[in-house]
């Protein structure tokens, strides 16, 4: 199984597969249609306040990282075990995530946390 990230902005593909936004909160100006997706999965992202201390605050990204793994680790970690059955499914999977840095976003830790 391949697993995959991409902007939720970026143009929907046909070797994206089963398209998984991986955000709490629904990308700004983006229509359900043009966002293609297959799943929603809100319940794995980061928690409210982990992405206000990162986003707003200005929380390290190494101190994000470890706080979002722990979270992963704990309190959303049924709804991690669920989203990996999910894609297990599939061959080819995206998780879509909405900001603009594609070096320091959740959506990278998470694909590593599912381990496929």
């Given at each position: 199984?391949?697993?995959?990230?991409?902007?939720?902005?970026?143009?929907?593909?046909?070797?994206?597969?089963?398209?998984?936004?991986?955000?709490?909160?629904?990308p700004?100006?983006?229509?359900?249609?043009?966002?293609?997706?297959?799943?929603?999965?809100?319940?794995?992202?980061?928690?409210?306040?982990?992405?206000?201390?990162?986003?707003?605050?200005?929380?390290?990204?190494?101190?994000?990282?470890d706080?979002?793994?722990?979270?992963?680790?704990?309190?959303a970690?049924?709804?991690?075990?669920?989203?990996?059955?999910?894609?297990?499914?599939?061959?080819?999977?995206?998780?879509?995530?909405?900001?603009?840095?594609?070096?320091?976003?959740?959506?990278?830790?998470?694909?590593?946390?599912?381990?496929?």
């Amino acid at each position: 199984m391949e697993l995959r990230t991409k902007r939720v902005y970026d143009d929907p593909a046909p070797a994206d597969g089963f398209r998984v936004l991986v955000d709490r909160l629904w990308p700004r100006g983006l229509s359900k249609e043009r966002a293609a997706l297959d799943l929603w999965a809100k319940d794995v992202a980061p928690s409210t306040e982990l992405r206000r201390a990162f986003h707003r605050d200005g929380l390290p990204w190494d101190a994000f990282a470890d706080a979002y793994r722990a979270e992963l680790a704990g309190p959303a970690r049924a709804e991690l075990e669920s989203l990996r059955d999910e894609l297990a499914r599939h061959p080819v999977a995206t998780l879509l995530y909405g900001v603009h840095d594609e070096h320091h976003n959740h959506a990278l830790l998470l694909r590593d946390a599912l381990g496929l």
